[in-house]
């Protein structure tokens, strides 16, 4: 075995710093902080306009000719910046899975204007009433001569208040079993029927509830088969991930095991000086270790042709309870340190933060219990539990 | 990157796991519990080369990688093989250094010597407990400034300890192992015995990793086949989901394992610190899945008939031999933290 990682953009991460010295406003972080918006209107254009989301894609349907590798080191270097861009990564799930199953008057409708940095999509999954179970999906669609009238309620459409578009999970046919009336429409959300409500998270960051009366959507942007929808879930959903990694920073137990090499602790000495606090150190460093070894895993096996679903849930189980279990031993240590925010905590309020934002760790995304369900299944081949509906 | 075995590496893997499932099953694991050591499967593996496999060539080894040794003792561990195999291999090591070990590495080649190390530096002429030791004929230890080979007067019986384990324990003290030959001294002892300590460090815990995985397959065979409340406990989420808790830290385990030997192989400066991460992370992975295994064997768990039990001691048994984990834990700390002050 050989456990080395090249960096597979590291020509590229040269040109990228510069690319983010120049154009990337500092402000924008504070900005993101005080929003709680993962999503940059005023770069999202920037982005677009430049050509680097349509980097790699087909040039009939806007793809640019810049290298996807730049593309990509560039993203990257935004993250490393503390910015994120969440308006971008649901408008390229939903702007695949149309170029994957949507008709080709949608895919020149949306997918260019998408690549320009125009169109930005979020996602309508999961409602008031249903989550891990996306399948139970209520929102109903009726068909009216060429159009579908919409009516209902989604949750956690984070970046609505920022986008043109949501890609909505709809109930078509209730005459059916679950998974067998679903159809995905691609509702714009300027319609007068479309109402936005903030919904403020624990971590700071701004989602949506969505409420949608007699929204109206062109047969046109039926993204797939009427009652077809389970099946555009499932493209949906596999949406594909860089195999590079970004350049890392040190970790939150590298950054307080350095911070308590000279904070003093009760007894006035070093915190790390206390083998206690030295040994849950360690112990959050054989953690990480391991989260880090099974995304190696990950990408080794995409890497080989395979499909990481399995490893994925893995990755995905260990990774989140692992920060649980990290930001609890963490802001124990700091004791009453812990309790400050901001910059009048350690590390600009870093511990403090963690513990706020790490419970949504194992809920988004696929929470714990579906993890370990796939994982039980698929790797170690125990019977399906729960009920089959 | 590249997480697979090497072609070499699948066939040494095929033949060895043959090897120990014929000559270490649960009925010969049993039988030399007491002595901790079966000695006609220690004739097969001296056959077979593996106790000198990791020496060099020239000096009459099999010239294998840290990598190719964690394939063996993965699957020595996963039929708790009667044998301190990592302890024979850490020893070799050290003989297999200065010329004074020659003859008796060339011993430990042919069968004629059985070796085995003492972890913990002498204190007071005492090692503490020593795994093998009970069977060993000679004994490599750190005293003072000096690494030095033990071993025993003619007629010096060495009295063997009751252990969790059946590791062939017993106490190392100056005063049985009478015999000293100095293999090097200073600087050169200490760091030799700290390198080979973490030599051993890597291939416990992937003796432990070997272990881990038959005792998920032990736990979840058992919990497909058991009945209760008319349908299989497997069909339990509670069931399910600890046995997936513990698949998911078993491979990152595995893999970190592979990372400690690949570490040692490639002379990476995160080797040291690595193997401590796999022997803290494979010793707790292991006991805590051959636990969560025997608890789902409900009553049958607990008797001595079924072989979870077997695991479930050693599990444990393995990683102690160094001593406490909390040690283990702030030397860790030291190796990944020590630095500048913020």
Redesign the interface.
Known sequence: ??????DSLAEFRKAATAWADEHVDPAWVDLEHTTGTHHNPELHALLGAQGLLGAGWPAQYGGTDVDPAYALAVFQEIGARGLRMDGWVTTEMVARTILHVATEEAKQEIVPAALRGEVVIVLGYTEPGSGSDVAAAKMRAVRDGDEWVVNGSKMFTSTAHMATHVFLLTRTNTEVSKHKGLTLLLARLDDPGVEVQPVHTLGGQRTNATFYSDVRVPDTLRIGDVDGGWGVMRVALVHERGTATAPGGPTLV?QV??????APGADGA?L?DD?TV??Q???L??DE???R??G??V??VA?TGGMPGI?GS?QK??SS?AEQRRVDVLTDLLGEQALLAGDAGPLHGAVEWALRKAPVSTIYGGSS?V???I??ER?????R??PIG | MDLSLTEDQQALRGSVAELFEKQATPERVRAAEAVGHDAALWRVLVQSGIPTMGVAEELGGGGATVSDLVVVAIEAGRRVAPVVLPEVLTAAALLAGPAAGADLLAGVGEGTVLPTVALRPLRDGTAGPVAGAAVADVVVALDGEELVVLSRREGVAVEPLPDLGGAAIAEVSTAVWSQRLVLATGDEARRAHADAVSLWRVLTAAALEGLRQEALRIGVDYVKDRHAFGVPIAWFQTVQHRLADLATAGDGAELLVHEAAWARDAGSVKAAALARMALLFAGETAFATAAASLHFHGGYGYTLEYDIQLYYRRAKAWQLALGAPRYELRALAADLFAGEAA
């Open positions: 075995m050989d456990f080395t990682e090249h590298e095991a350095a911070w308590a090499r000279s070093p790390l083998p030295a040994e150190l360690a112990r460093a054989i270790e391991v989260g070894l099974l190696l895993k990408r080794w890497s490893e893995m189980l260990h309870e219990e993890m370990r369900e994982v039980a790797r170690l081949g125990l019977p539990s729960r």
